[in-house]
């Protein structure tokens, strides 16, 4: 299997000018970084790095994919009941290795595989949408996935789904359309898997939402719908491998960490956009906005200070945000780094036919006529990272050999590892989310919850708003 | 029809402390604010306003209604051909008026409805995979959309749905299954167009792509896809009604432009982050961003001075992006404003079931039981505000009364507008992007396209990356 591959050279100084990186400052945070790279890989495994060691788990890998082969052909839809990090990778891997309209196809050209969706949000008419009007009940699996059990979407969700199989099957059909994926021995969705008889599997302690794609949380859905697991999973313990290395110069997360932190503090450019140009790699872009924001977006140090850093991720998409983002991108404030994602053997190269007689008089057809689909995209990939260079904009690619289980596998750990080394740079701990408590407080206040009820005071004491201010 | 409804309260000192803004603020941009909006009504649709008339127009809406109406029943599948300005008001109004599945569901329960397909990439396997697997061409009808006819990607896929529907259906069916939107006279499209026989349509004079959602380009695709085309004109002739009146505190459009240029300007405030709190507003959010970042993200001034300005639009989706990006919105730099966009009264409450005596002991459900999906839902918007509020960040909300057609004109009508007044305040020219030049010439040259030659040349010089820098 063949490595994926990053060029970071369009991010300096020698291809994009003054606002650009100069390689001096790699080399005065350089020993920052090692030491930061030998602290990760001596306490592997610890406190919140359990992700560290998913591309080598297999006991529950060899329980899931036994489970899938088990269940092929007996349902016709998943629904993953999730959200954030119990979502997200199941998105990303959905776009990236099922057919691009996979959902659409008809039973037999999905090969006995089901159709699967992520209900990622709690919107009545969305929710309804899928359970009344899309899913067969007998024909649908649901794989509810809260580590613990306090998620309100989710167990919302759980409730409707327990409801609906319990009432439309028979309360004893429950346990052979839901898989629980939750704590092993904690929180409230362990007790009652366990006590409904739930297959289920757990996310291993040390493992956070945003870290959880290559644990069952994103294996299990995969191996469900026919991904290659095993390649997932080989490619993230090859990357593994490549970040073992402590010198900036060798372990490409390193050098993507270094680099974004120094674009950040040395050129304010505190806008991370990440632009596939791999209509399937859209949503890698969306897990990534998650791992980033959330991991580095802190308003203290580990030593209590108020720092208030993060950089913003923004999700673009080659080609069609060249015609919505790229103006500003390379117009605008030189406030942002892009990261291409890009691909460099599609599946296939979709020829353009010759220009017919009828047509031959188009100029904007005579260039295209017997080229292919595939040279145009790539074409218009390296002009986008032209225009940038000469506009002066830090930009850099990360090039996956084919768009593969093996290739995806290596690029979460990548960006894994390098949210990871960032944290330890900018001084925060990256594993954790203090900032959604407030919120979470607030929905239990406002939903009557029994323990929120100074919550609930607080919020019914605000001032009300001025009616000047609402037009 | 009720108005929409736009709540700035959350953006001044007095809800969120010193990162918010101060009246005074307003007052000193007050007189700027009416001078442009009278120059805006003064010259309403000259040079690039001519979507200020859309509202008002008439032939051509009948024209597509009747079209619509005759082909009712006849095609399974309507794919638009278009990119950026051309594709994102279609994908925007697909969400908002559409089954949340609609493209899932079974012919039958389209009620003779076709799906709705845009092709806004060139990605050959998400092409291929559109053409060869899903689309049943006998039964397809093609949209082509592009202004000046010379958009590679666009006209890539037209020669492409050319070539198939010619090749399986005979050259004469063409004209059956192909609608073509481009200009009036002018462009590489239009005399292909009427050499076909094509039904066309004109995209009129002084209307960019991005300001078109609500001519032709937005729709024919909604009429053909039973969309209440007559309720999106209304409710922007009632947002232009609205946005009429000079006076700051009367005009909701002069007042966001407002208050998100100071936010840049005084608070250093650049990314704007638009967060509808409902599924099918998701693609609203990506409509937005076009216009705000490729109208006011530019190099120059209208005095041809360097600046470097415009604010970074940022797609976000309540409650999913909870779990997501918030920890970041309220912990991270104060260098956002926050727009939700919410609705009412949705189509359905989506009641939860009483907690089942299986899962009686679960504390995570007890106090969800009995309640309602939209409850929640409408808790989590309200409790997310709160939060944001609370940790001293900017946030303003746009209401839909409910999601339909009329409420859906009044927004695209009240952000173009407002993007209109913000080009203003920024002094740029928010109509033009010659930012993108740059990339398409490269593409050009790539492609090889005759006339390019001298870029091809100076690409080719260009010095090859470091090896150093590539991982």
């Given at each position: 299997?063949?490595?994926?591959?990053?060029?970071?050279?369009n991010l300096f100084t020698t291809r994009v000018g003054k606002h650009g990186l100069r390689e001096s400052w790699l080399k005065q945070i350089?020993?920052?970084?090692?030491?930061?790279?030998?602290?990760?890989?001596?306490?592997?495994?610890?406190?919140?790095?359990?992700?560290?060691?998913?591309?080598?788990?297999?006991?529950?890998?060899?329980?899931?994919?036994?489970?899938?082969?088990?269940?092929?052909?007996?349902?016709?839809?998943?629904?993953?009941?999730?959200?954030?990090?119990?979502?997200?990778?199941?998105?990303?891997?959905?776009?990236?290795?099922?057919?691009?309209?996979?959902?659409?196809?008809?039973?037999?050209?999905?090969?006995?595989?089901?159709?699967?969706?992520?209900?990622?949000?709690?919107?009545?008419?969305?929710?309804?949408?899928?359970?009344?009007?899309?899913?067969?009940?007998?024909?649908?699996?649901?794989?509810?996935?809260?580590?613990?059990?306090?998620?309100?979407?989710?167990?919302?969700?759980?409730?409707?789904?327990?409801?609906?199989?319990?009432?439309?099957?028979?309360?004893?059909?429950?346990?052979?359309?839901?898989?629980?994926?939750?704590?092993?021995?904690?929180?409230?969705?362990?007790?009652?898997?366990?006590?409904?008889?739930?297959?289920?599997?757990?996310?291993?302690?040390?493992?956070?939402?945003?870290?959880?794609?290559?644990?069952?949380?994103?294996?299990?859905?995969?191996?469900?719908?026919?991904?290659?697991?095993?390649?997932?999973?080989?490619?993230?313990?090859?990357?593994?491998?490549?970040?073992?290395?402590?010198?900036?110069?060798?372990?490409?997360?390193?050098?993507?960490?270094?680099?974004?932190?120094?674009?950040?503090?040395?050129?304010?450019?505190?806008?991370?956009?990440?632009?596939?140009?791999?209509?399937?790699?859209?949503?890698?872009?969306?897990?990534?906005?998650?791992?980033?924001?959330?991991?580095?977006?802190?308003?203290?140090?580990?030593?209590?200070?108020?720092?208030?850093?993060?950089?913003?991720?923004?999700?673009?998409?080659?080609?069609?945000?060249?015609?919505?983002?790229?103006?500003?991108?390379?117009?605008?404030?030189?406030?942002?780094?892009?990261?291409?994602?890009?691909?460099?053997?599609?599946?296939?190269?979709?020829?353009?036919?010759?220009?017919?007689?009828?047509?031959?008089?188009c100029e904007g057809l005579a260039y295209l006529g017997g080229q292919s689909m595939a040279r145009l995209f790539h074409a218009e990939q390296?002009?986008?990272?032209?225009?940038?260079?000469?506009?002066?904009?830090?930009?850099?690619?990360?090039?996956?050999?084919?768009?593969?289980?093996?290739?995806?596998?290596?690029?979460?750990?990548?960006?894994?590892?390098?949210?990871?080394?960032?944290?330890?740079?900018?001084?925060?701990?990256?594993?954790?989310?203090?900032?959604?408590?407030?919120?979470?407080?607030?929905?239990?206040?406002?939903?009557?919850?029994?323990?929120?009820?100074?919550?609930?005071?607080?919020?019914?004491?605000?001032?009300?708003?001025?009616?000047?201010y609402v037009l």
């Amino acid at each position: 299997m063949a490595d994926i591959r990053c060029d970071f050279n369009n991010l300096f100084t020698t291809r994009v000018g003054k606002h650009g990186l100069r390689e001096s400052w790699l080399k005065q945070i350089e020993p920052k970084v090692k030491t930061a790279v030998r602290a990760l890989h001596k306490h592997r495994g610890e406190g919140m790095t359990g992700w560290m060691d998913l591309p080598r788990q297999s006991d529950q890998v060899k329980k899931l994919l036994a489970s899938a082969r088990r269940k092929r052909g007996r349902f016709d839809d998943v629904v993953v009941l999730g959200i954030g990090g119990s979502a997200l990778g199941t998105v990303a891997l959905r776009g990236a290795l099922l057919h691009p309209f996979h959902n659409l196809l008809p039973r037999r050209d999905r090969k006995g595989l089901p159709r699967l969706h992520v209900l990622d949000n709690v919107d009545p008419v969305f929710q309804s949408g899928l359970f009344d009007d899309v899913l067969d009940l007998p024909r649908t699996l649901f794989v509810v996935i809260t580590k613990s059990g306090s998620t309100a979407e989710t167990m919302s969700q759980f409730l409707t789904a327990y409801d609906t199989v319990a009432g439309c099957l028979g309360a004893d059909r429950v346990a052979k359309h839901m898989i629980a994926i939750t704590d092993a021995h904690q929180g409230h969705l362990r007790p009652v898997a366990d006590d409904l008889g739930l297959e289920s599997y757990a996310i291993p302690e040390g493992v956070g939402g945003r870290f959880s794609v290559l644990s069952p949380v994103g294996l299990v859905p995969a191996a469900l719908c026919g991904m290659d697991v095993r390649g997932l999973l080989a490619g993230a313990a090859r990357m593994d491998e490549r970040c073992r290395v402590a010198s900036l110069w060798r372990n490409p997360a390193a050098l993507f960490a270094a680099t974004q932190y120094l674009a950040d503090r040395k050129q304010d450019a505190r806008v991370s956009v990440m632009m596939p140009y791999a209509q399937g790699l859209k949503e890698v872009a969306d897990w990534y906005a998650q791992l980033w924001a959330e991991s580095l977006g802190k308003a203290r140090d580990r030593r209590g200070r108020e720092v208030h850093v993060g950089p913003t991720p923004v999700k673009a998409l080659g080609v069609t945000d060249q015609h919505s983002q790229v103006q500003l991108y390379t117009e605008g404030p030189y406030d942002k780094v892009v990261t291409f994602l890009t691909v460099d053997k599609f599946r296939l190269r979709l020829p353009l036919p010759k220009v017919p007689d009828d047509l031959a008089g188009c100029e904007g057809l005579a260039y295209l006529g017997g080229q292919s689909m595939a040279r145009l995209f790539h074409a218009e990939q390296e002009a986008t990272r032209i225009a940038l260079c000469e506009a002066g904009r830090m930009n850099q690619t990360i090039s996956l050999p084919r768009p593969d289980a093996n290739a995806l596998g290596q690029l979460f750990y990548l960006l894994e590892m390098a949210t990871a080394v960032a944290g330890e740079l900018y001084d925060v701990n990256a594993f954790d989310q203090p900032g959604v408590e407030a919120g979470k407080s607030a929905t239990y206040a406002l939903m009557g919850r029994s323990g929120f009820e100074d919550r609930a005071r607080e919020i019914r004491a605000r001032k009300p708003g001025l009616k000047k201010y609402v037009l």
